[in-house]
């Protein structure tokens, strides 16, 4: 008979190796998803085979014997090498990292990762989201969304995302009994969200041109994230680009206060380094086109 035909059965040697482990059998069983009889079973199985006793079976539970313990220790490095063997041979997960700015992030990204995830289990996605301009070199970064004016050189990849077009929203009972779109006289009236792009000067110039109207109050905020909070809390009137604020306006939680579009100057990019274009950057890179086409 072979060497390979003398070994035990797999399941056998797992039950006493688990059991070996805990000590008792059913907590094996629970940790090998069986019932605490088959553990049993394959352990008086191996018993038979082997021609020893592997375990005592005492009133508080089961401890090895001397040969039980030895065979344990050797049954266990066995175990412990096929599983880094079996490792070391699957694929590591694929990495990509994103850079996004945080609205971008909490307002467009953030909603959408289940679907991700559900698309491409086999990608670890990490969001870096920060204001600043990062470096696809010395930050790790294989993916970016900025907004910006092409060309951005030969090195980089750009994909467009989506038009510049900001909407004045605020939340649908901001202003009770006065449906939008609303005039200069009611805009007066309410409170400005501002940001750090300080877009609402230009936008009522466009918007009531040749009108003037009484200086609004204003809250200013570090960030767009926090004025659009701000609007959904009822607190103002927020300016947003369209694509930030699509599913809260669908939702009913916002509602256009104006119908003027004001069109930004730089349209949102997906870039990207052509020389770091690993497949699982490019798969995610793909679906964010996807999900960007209206």
């Not at 035909?5 to 059913?26: S, Y």
């Not at 070199?137 to 294989?142: L, P, R, T, V």
């Not at 009531?208 to 200013?220: D, L």
Request: charged share 20%; net charge positive; aromatic share 6%.
């Amino acid at each position: 008979m072979s060497r390979r035909t003398a070994l035990p059965p797999l399941n056998a040697l797992r039950a006493f190796e688990a059991a070996g482990r805990h000590l008792t059998f059913r907590a094996a069983a629970d940790e090998l998803g069986v019932t605490q009889g088959a553990v049993a079973q394959h352990v008086r199985g191996l018993e038979a085979q082997m021609g020893l006793r592997m375990f005592l079976r005492e009133a508080r539970g089961l401890s090895l014997t001397e040969e039980g313990r030895a065979y344990h220790a050797a049954v266990s490095q066995a175990f412990a090498q096929l599983s880094e063997a079996t490792a070391r041979l699957r694929p590591a997960p694929g990495h990509v990292t994103i850079s996004v700015t945080p609205t971008f992030a909490s307002k467009w990204l953030i909603p959408r990762l289940p679907g991700f995830g559900t698309a491409h289990p086999e990608i670890d996605l990490r969001v870096m989201a920060t204001e600043r301009v990062t470096s696809f070199h010395s930050d790790g970064i294989d993916l970016a969304v900025r907004q910006g004016e092409p060309p951005f050189g030969a090195s980089i990849r750009a994909d467009p995302l989506f038009r510049q077009e900001i909407l004045a929203v605020c939340a649908p009972d901001m202003t009770p009994g006065i449906a939008p779109p609303f005039g200069p006289e009611t805009l007066s009236a309410l409170t400005l969200l501002h940001d750090t792009h300080d877009l609402w000067p230009r936008y009522l110039r466009e918007a009531f041109p040749g009108m003037r109207a009484a200086h609004p109050r204003g809250i200013r905020f570090s960030q767009t994230t926090l004025g659009l909070d701000a609007a959904l809390a009822g607190q103002g009137v927020a300016l947003a680009s369209r694509f930030l604020v699509d599913r809260d306006l669908t939702a009913g939680r916002l509602v256009q206060a104006m119908g003027h579009v004001l069109r930004g100057r730089r349209d949102f990019y997906l870039l990207a380094s052509r020389s770091r274009m690993l497949p699982a950057t490019a798969a995610a890179r793909d679906w964010l086109l996807v999900q960007a086409d209206p």
